[in-house]
């Protein structure tokens, strides 16, 4: 098992896999707080502020949920486990499905937007230029799902703070601590005790 700070621990999550879980929170919380913002406001220089910082952060969360599942699937076997039974599979299922939101929200509105013939430049950063043809099909999935995706993915999250709330509060079990508590490094196991010899004087142990 990788050792240090920066990796996680059966009983808590690393440095790595806390500063993606809680950067990434609040990237979230950014997003759904603007688009909150334009819906209840309109046209608004507020609204707008955030509008225009909604494709560069969408476009940062996408390659930062790539990186992170890289890093859940190599950290996977030193994590955390889950309960037994159905709880466990539960906040599994849980797990994957925020993932599979997390990819497939800002993966519509990418595809929308390469295939409404637009240049993209996140962040000044140019990925594509303007074309003359236009995808239909990209555009029409990104305005079908991404909006309605992504409130889908708000609910989900807030069933999961919820879940952690029920595991403290209801079922005596507190998560939270695993990715929020003191982070310790792992303790290197005891050195083994000196064995007794035959004439009673301690022989160091090989
Ligand atoms: C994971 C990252 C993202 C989240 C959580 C997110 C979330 C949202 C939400 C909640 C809305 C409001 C939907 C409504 O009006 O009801 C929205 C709209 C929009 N988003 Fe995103 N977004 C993300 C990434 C992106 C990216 C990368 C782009 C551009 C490439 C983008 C472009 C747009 C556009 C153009 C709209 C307005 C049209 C629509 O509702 O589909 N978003 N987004
Ligand atoms: C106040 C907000 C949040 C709290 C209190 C919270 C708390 C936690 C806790 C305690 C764990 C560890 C669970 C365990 O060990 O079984 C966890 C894991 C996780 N959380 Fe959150 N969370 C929050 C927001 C979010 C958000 C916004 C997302 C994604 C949009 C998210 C996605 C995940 C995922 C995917 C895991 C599994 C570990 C990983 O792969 O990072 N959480 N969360």
């Known amino acids: 098992m990788p050792q240090g700070l920066l990796f996680d621990t059966p009983d808590r999550y690393g440095l790595v896999s806390r500063a993606l879980h809680w950067g990434m929170a609040a990237l979230f919380a950014w997003q759904f707080a603007g688009m909150g913002i334009k819906l209840a406001l309109g046209r608004h220089p507020i609204s707008s502020f955030f509008v225009g910082t909604h494709y560069g952060v969408g476009t940062l969360l996408f390659v930062l949920v790539l990186l992170r599942g890289a890093w859940g699937l190599f950290s996977a076997r030193h994590r955390p486990p889950h309960r037994p039974?159905?709880?466990?599979?539960?906040?599994?299922?849980?797990?994957?499905?925020?993932?599979?939101?997390?990819?497939?929200?800002?993966?519509?509105?990418?595809?929308?937007?390469?295939?409404?013939?637009?240049?993209?430049?996140?962040?000044?950063?140019?990925?594509?230029?303007?074309?003359?043809?236009?995808?239909?099909?990209?555009?029409?999935?990104?305005?079908?799902?991404?909006?309605?995706?992504?409130?889908?993915?708000?609910?989900?999250?807030?069933?999961?703070?919820?879940?952690?709330?029920?595991?403290?509060?209801?079922l005596g079990h507190d998560v939270l601590p695993r990715m929020a508590g003191r982070l310790r490094a792992p303790q290197s196991a005891p050195a083994p005790l000196p064995v007794p010899s035959a004439t009673g004087a301690a022989a160091a142990p090989r």
């Open 85 to 170: 039974g159905p709880l466990g599979w539960a906040a599994r299922l849980g797990h994957l499905a925020i993932y599979a939101l997390m990819i497939v929200v800002p993966s519509l509105a990418l595809l929308r937007h390469y295939g409404s013939g637009r240049a993209f430049a996140p962040f000044g950063i140019p990925l594509w230029d303007a074309r003359e043809t236009k995808i239909p099909s990209l555009v029409d999935a990104g305005n079908a799902a991404h909006g309605e995706l992504a409130w889908f993915l708000l609910a989900v999250v807030a069933g999961h703070v919820a879940m952690v709330l029920v595991h403290r509060f209801a």
